[in-house]
């Protein structure tokens, strides 16, 4: 079994959840980062229009006063005066089943073309495929906020870059790679069945002498059952040396986990010289039922230190996010379960089983969507969203144009698979510790924060990558960093985007459909006039829910399909009430009593002044009552 001959028969165990937890010890007021990644958008292809949609279709988009100015097709005349064969063209959301692009590692290259950026038809349009949609150079096309709805009111209302970068040039596992370690460098081919390395494999390129080398394509990982279809297939595996992001956190103390859809295997692993299968399915818009589980989309699975070859669950939930037979990694279920019951990990990846993930071809951006929303409402509708930052970020662009043409820091001399954009750039940056075909950065992403501590309707321009969101973990729990030519060193600040002396008191829901702003909570304890005391109810009785105007309102940025009410109730809160808007409501009052200065009660919610104003009342109370008793004994005693 080649899992066997690769990983032994244990792995390390550094962490449990008896030692030391140092999830909370943080450099800022964020205590937990969840990253969803998702899967080949290039920022142009979701945000080329930004923020003007054209409203034609789909779920009706209409930005706020003063959105700041976006490095856009529109914003730099590349939408209608364009050097590639064909200009960019709208793709509607009937048309978001599409083919998937080409972007490999050289033909993307061959797009930005030494920077000229006008050879994305000739090198990674795919205009025609089976069951999709395609035209004639589709690779220019983009999406506008009528039908990727959802990213762009989180935009609205939270903070986004125009300034994201793939880190290096390539598909989805250099990508993934680079997130987790920011090294697409140390790896060694292995067969699938028995474990042995394959120096002449080409899942692995410009190797040294033991046959260790760079990832540029998507081999699957060797430390996980579920690869080669199942153990199907007997393509080569790959294992990577060198350290990721979960063996600095786990150094550290700090709880975190890998939680992908389709994780849990369909037939678990029985022992010996079996594999578990992962054969759950998902039925995508356009009808097709699609395999949840991708491992080439799992970077942890790389890594003998971090993968759960045979998708064991943890011993239990409690064990989430700390080290134990699942070793951090889970299915995308056990995050949901670990949130609801209060215990989510300090650093959580989320990625979406692949109908989902956003991948041309087998999945879309409506898709996508739903997951998203999803995920983003009930994170914000936990307690633990007061010191949460969510990262919404791309592994790779799908070959999708951007009219940004990148500024390559690190350069590669490998013949066979660089053009002059990375040769060039070699002569004059250097190749970071000799290590071939780690080119890049090469295409802009997006990438937005979302959180209390996001600047709200903000766009930042410094640049920054996908390791960026590795150092800032690195940075936040100071683990310090991955070392060996890592890009964590390189990598820039999402600073730019965090606001941390005037944090957002409020949680903007979308719906899940259609990504329309569907109603915005106040989590800011509101001060009220003290009551008066009255008798209180018999514990038996039934809460009546409040229907009085609640004290104050708001709005908030974006827009989406429906209409507000003007006024709102709230149930077993004490005060809730909606602001007349288009599309979206406002309440006032933290709905689940575990805000700021709240306390709760069945059937309300009081905040700290009332509480005071009850106590004072009460006090009063018993001094009056037992003067009446005084009064009364001395009457009794002149009467005997």
Sequence with gaps: MALAAIAGTAIALPQSASAADNSQNTTTPIKHVVVLFDENVSFDHYFGTYPKATNADGTPFTAAAGTPAVNTLASSGTLTTNPNAYAPKRLTPQQAMTCDQNHGYLPEQKAVNGGAMDKFVESTSVDTCTGLYGSPGLTMDYFDGNTVTGLWNYAQNYAMSDNAWD?????????????????????????????????????????????????????DPAFD?????????????????GTNIGDLLNAKGVTWGWFQGGFAPTTPYAGGATYAKCDATTTNVGGSSVTDYSPHHNPFAYYQSTANPHHLAPTSDSMIGYTDQANHEYDLTKFDTALAQGHMPAVSFLKAPEARDGHAAYSDPI????????????????????????????????????????????????????????????????????????CGPSQRLPYLVISPFAKQNAVDHTAIEQTSTTKFIEDNWSTGRIGDQSFDARAGSIAGMLDFTHPQQRE???????????????TAATPTPTPTPTASAPASSTPTPSTAPGAGGGTGAGNGAGSGTGTGTGTNTG?????????????????????PGRLAFTGSTLSGEQLTGVAAAALVFLLAGLALIIVRRRQLRQQR
Aim: glycine share 12%; hydrophobic share 30%; net charge negative.
């Design 167 to 219: 880190t290096t040039f390539g598909p989805s596992t250099p990508g993934a790679l680079n997130l987790v370690s920011g090294n697409t460098h140390g790896g060694t081919a292995v067969d699938s069945v028995t474990g042995t390395a394959v120096p002449t494999s080409t899942s692995v390129v410009a190797k040294d002498s033991a046959g260790q080398g760079t990832v540029i394509g998507d081999p």
């Design 225 to 241: 059952d579920c690869s080669d279809k199942d153990h199907t297939s007997t393509s080569n595996l790959v294992k990577m040396a």
């Design 367 to 438: 898709d996508e969507q739903k997951f998203l929303t999803t995920e983003i409402n009930q994170i914000e509708q936990s307690p633990e969203w007061s010191s949460t930052a969510i990262v919404v970020n791309y592994d790779d662009s799908d070959g999708w144009y951007d009219h940004v043409a990148p500024t390559i820091l690190n350069g590669s001399t490998d013949s066979s698979n660089d053009t002059t954009v990375c040769t060039t750039a070699a002569a004059k940056v250097g190749v970071a510790g000799g290590y071939l075909d780690r």
């Design 508 to 522: 903007v829901l979308l719906d899940t459909t259609t990504g329309a702003v569907s109603r915005i909570v106040s």
């Design 575 to 595: 005060a809730g009430a909606a602001a007349g808007g288009a599309g979206h409501s406002v309440t006032v009052g933290d709905p689940r009593a575990s805000g």
